[in-house]
């Protein structure tokens, strides 16, 4: 054998596979292995490059070798008990970790990879004796006890599982951590009333631990007794070692009782009076009043929401669903001031974001500020693909402003688009299909989106006179009565436009001075179209 060539071809092979020509380094180590088929540095090195690869049953022949090769070679047997891992050749680990034991007995991860691999092969009493090993090196230790458990109740001794943890309680009657891993051994084993008696000596010990607090909750809420789980878990809030992040979960857990009729008003309560311990505890966590705006937003208090949000977001401007909040409580309660000016704040730092826009858009075009408007309207479009529902509320506000702007052909394309996005938005078919009819023009089409606009909402007074506007327009004046009757019976205000299209129906039906009343009485209603005085004066219909 030349051992120069072997030599400068390992060599060779180590500086293709730094960097990382594996393929060349692979050819270089195969080389070696023709030349000297017990080359053990090449077995391993070429089996690394394997593993890298996720070829671990071709790596494993070559480690193979490699340990026959060199037996004492700790590397080589690490190497190839991972390889025996993950490729899940579990029952040959045995053997390479007590070899890896035999060579570094004092390394202890070794022992509990041995009693890992042994309780991956359900043979419990054997990874238990491994734990005995182990204790004879460091003693008795959290890590140990924990395995131990898991072992034990694996075999179903529950007993035995919490043995060890009474002896560490025994041994260290301060540390709360064994009480709540106690507890826990007892409570997920149909044990409460042992872990009951557990927890509550924890809370003897130290009663300002937040965890036994909330274990003892869970207990409680079990046992049905509400009043004394709520209590607990005040107490675990009072605490600031318990996280507002985990506070926040909790609260976040009632959200779906607020859509269960029979548990809305006692989760609603419960939720308000954590988040004021929230605040008291955390005051200057915006995440507290936001959560806290959240909750009040449930409740219906809608000003006490707005001020939590605010308040929030004085601590911290960066959350973006805050300000969103904040701008949608603004609208409901048609606020447009309020929208634009908080709106355009969140803007200036989520200048990205399309209901923003299109909440600012749609309070400029209340304010008939139509340039404004289409401006953010345009951006939301423009931002926004997946969304269907925004994009049609978005299509159908440009409508209405190209339509103030008597721009017709933009008005009708704006519609045409909202309503390919979503075919049910009701506003949108009522308002495109009574302009449509104002013109006199697609009669048929407005006809059918009016219709429509009343299927998906019966009983709309502000619908059924626009259908019946549009069947007077086609002179199908029966069902045009019909309509304005539902129309006239359904609206909530005296509406001075229904009751003047009332009296020019009847006048087509041949009711002159029944359509003569509804028009004076349109008139007492604040009716003032350029034709209704010439109706009154000339008693007749006036275009």
Known sequence: MDTDAVENLFFAALKEKTVENNTQAVDLFNKILTIDPSNDASLYELANIKKKQNKYTEAQPLLERAVTVKPDNEWYWAALADVYEKSNDLPKLENVFNQLIRLNPDRVDYYYDKANAFTLLSKYDEALKVYDQIEQITGINDDLILSRQKIFLKQGKVDKAAAGLE??????????????????????????????????????????????????????????????????????????????????????????????????????????QLCEIIISIHPTESKAYALYGDVLVQSEKYNEAKAAYEKSIALNGQIYETREQLVRIELSNNDMDGVIR??????????????????????????????????????????????????????????????????????????????????????????????????????????????????????????????????????????????MEKALAHSKNKSATQTEHYGDILFYLAEPDAALQNWKKAKEYGGNSPALDRKINEKKYIE
Not at 239 to 247: A, G, N
Not at 351 to 367: E, H
Request: proline share 3%; charged share 25%; with cysteine.
């Open 342 to 483: 908080d709106g355009e704040l969140a803007l200036s730092f989520f200048p990205n974001q399309g209901w923003m826009n299109y909440y600012v858009g749609a309070a400029w075009l209340q304010k008939k500020d139509y340039k404004k408007a289409l401006s953010y309207l345009k951006n939301t479009t423009a931002l926004e693909f997946q969304n269907k529902d925004l994009l049609s509320l978005s299509y159908s506000q440009l409508g209405d402003c190209y339509h103030a702007m008597q721009d017709i052909k933009n008005s009708d394309n704006a519609y045409d688009r909202a309503l390919s996005y979503n075919p049910d938005n009701k506003y949108t078919l009522n308002n495109y299909a009574y302009y449509l009819s104002l013109r006199g023009e697609q009669l048929d089409k407005s006809a059918q989106m009016a219709k429509h606009a009343n299927e998906l909402e019966a009983n709309n007074a502000a619908f059924e006179d626009t259908y019946a506007w549009i069947l007077f327009k086609q002179k199908k004046y029966k069902e045009a009565k019909e309509w």
């Open 167 to 272: 002896q560490m309680i025994t041994a260290n009657p301060t540390q709360i951590k064994y009480y709540r891993l106690l507890a826990e051994i007892y409570n997920s084993n149909n044990a409460a009333d042992k872990a009951f008696k557990v927890l509550d000596k924890a809370k003897s010990v130290d009663p300002n631990d937040p965890l036994i607090h909330l274990a003892l909750a869970d207990i409680y809420r079990e046992k049905k007794n509400n009043d004394a789980s709520f209590k607990e878990l005040q107490a675990a809030f009072a605490l600031p070692d318990l996280s507002i992040d985990q506070k926040v979960r909790i609260v976040v857990g009632y959200f779906p009782k607020f859509a269960e009729p029979a548990a809305r008003a006692g989760a609603l309560a419960s939720a308000l």
